[in-house]
């Protein structure tokens, strides 16, 4: 297996368990200058670290080998026990987005989430954690991922567990977790309603449509209102195109 050359450069060259050359750029990052960082490389085939920044010492303690031995899974559980489920849900409805884009797309996308993790001494270091696909296979899945982390703790950031998703560069969405949770508090019933009402339907409508009456879909949509904390039929077509609710 031939060593990874260059991490921090644009064009990365690794090689496959068969010792063939795969060829991937990973010049969607953004993060340059934002403060000290480290890389890894995820092979999903594996389940495994490809490789991993000596740097990752210098930002939370651990020695590189110490993380790749304990794999994705380890690193997962340093996460802040406040953030990891805001960290679950938010990268999910990420993927989600970029899974629905043609395969040839989604190196041109990058997702970025902050959040708190355990240094080796027990304190928490404040990360933006910044992923791009590198590669796939002839199955369409992926194979490596570029992450990154940002040490922004000297920001003095309060309210963790922020996503960004761009798109060569651009930022495209952006959500935050108590927006995740109002999501969350709507049934599967109330999310049918609002992307109806995104469509321009009237409440009379969605009733035929949904084989409700009116009076319940009312309802419904009162209560949607109420929960979250918006007010009218534009707060609330403006708060479903922003958190992907159709």
């Not at 890389?39 to 010492?57: K, L, M």
């Not at 031995?69 to 997962?76: I, L, P, R, S, T």
Request: proline share 2%; with cysteine; net charge positive.
């Amino acid at each position: 297996m031939h060593p990874i050359r260059q991490l921090h450069n644009p064009s990365i060259d690794i090689y496959d368990e068969n010792d063939r050359a795969i060829f991937i750029h990973s010049g969607n990052s953004r993060g340059r200058g934002i403060g000290p960082s480290f890389s890894y490389i995820y092979d999903h085939t594996h389940n495994s670290f490809y490789h991993i920044d000596q740097e990752v010492h210098k930002i939370l303690g651990y020695q590189a080998e110490e993380v790749c031995k304990g794999g994705y899974c380890y690193f997962k559980s340093l996460i802040h026990p406040d953030d990891y489920v805001h960290v679950q849900q938010l990268t999910k409805r990420a993927w989600d987005i970029v899974k629905d884009c043609p395969m040839a797309l989604q190196k041109n996308y990058s997702i970025s989430i902050d959040f708190r993790v355990k240094h080796q001494c027990g304190s928490y270091v404040h990360v933006i954690h910044e992923t791009t696909i590198l590669a796939h296979n002839e199955q369409s899945n992926d194979t490596y991922s570029l992450f990154t982390c940002y040490d922004i703790t000297h920001w003095q950031k309060t309210t963790p567990c922020v996503l960004n998703i761009y798109y060569q560069n651009n930022l495209l969405k952006r959500w935050s977790a108590t927006q995740s949770n109002k999501i969350e508090l709507l049934s599967f019933r109330e999310k049918e309603i609002v992307r109806e009402v995104c469509k321009g339907l009237t409440s009379a409508e969605i009733a035929k449509k949904l084989n409700l009456s009116t009076h319940t879909v009312s309802t419904h949509r009162k209560t949607i209102l109420r929960k979250l904390n918006i007010k009218g039929t534009s707060a609330l077509v403006h708060f479903a195109f922003q958190n992907q609710i159709f």
